[in-house]
């Protein structure tokens, strides 16, 4: 007894083919005398209402955190800004490890951080470290790993100390209060 679909194939009529087989298939997964299964559907059971207490006290917790995230809030997208103006692979390792440890101080919102490296002689580069336009200083990079770590957090040292500089003379001029210029 020959393939049932040895005349197809023989034929060149692959779509049937396909087709009986697919048939014949679709025949063999069923058992004769049974039909289809027919899938079986459950019903979710509604959960039970929470107690007006808990929905008070969820939507207590929810809008206390809302007023939260507000008081946090940064305004602008703009507001706060860190850029990162190096050329090799020294002075954006110095970037990383700065902005791995920069931390506006709080309630400081507007401010410009700028990275920049300048060339140096040949193998070394020199790194700037300005902010809100103001070049804080300017140094070469060493070459090891460990210097350049104490060299960035000597920048975010500098860099936090001016903004909280310029925060504190902000709210002196703000307010009006005529404070006596200190002496050093």
Not at 101 to 115: H, K, Q, R, S
Not at 117 to 132: D, F, W
Request: charged content about 20%; glycine content about 6%.
């Amino acid at each position: 007894m020959s393939h049932p679909f040895a005349f197809f194939a023989a034929s060149g009529c692959w779509l049937a083919t396909l087709l009986v087989a697919t048939s014949s298939v679709a025949s063999a997964q069923v058992a004769p005398g049974q039909g289809a299964k027919q899938p079986t559907t459950t019903i979710a059971k509604k959960p039970a209402p929470l107690p007006t207490a808990q929905v008070e006290e969820a939507l207590r917790m929810l809008l206390r955190a809302d007023s939260v995230n507000q008081r946090r809030a940064r305004g602008p997208e703009s507001a706060g800004l860190v850029f990162d103006q190096t050329l090799t692979k020294l002075g954006r390792d110095f970037f990383e490890l700065f902005y791995n440890a920069f931390e506006a101080p709080a309630g400081v919102l507007d401010y410009t951080v700028n990275i920049i490296e300048r060339p140096g002689r040949i193998g070394s580069a020199v790194v700037a470290l300005t902010v809100n336009d103001v070049e804080l200083f300017e140094t070469p990079l060493p070459p090891r790993y460990d210097q350049m770590g104490e060299l960035a957090t000597q920048a975010v040292a500098a860099a936090q100390g001016l903004l909280l500089e310029n925060q504190r003379v902000s709210r002196q001029l703000e307010s009006g209060r005529r404070a006596p210029l200190e002496t050093y």
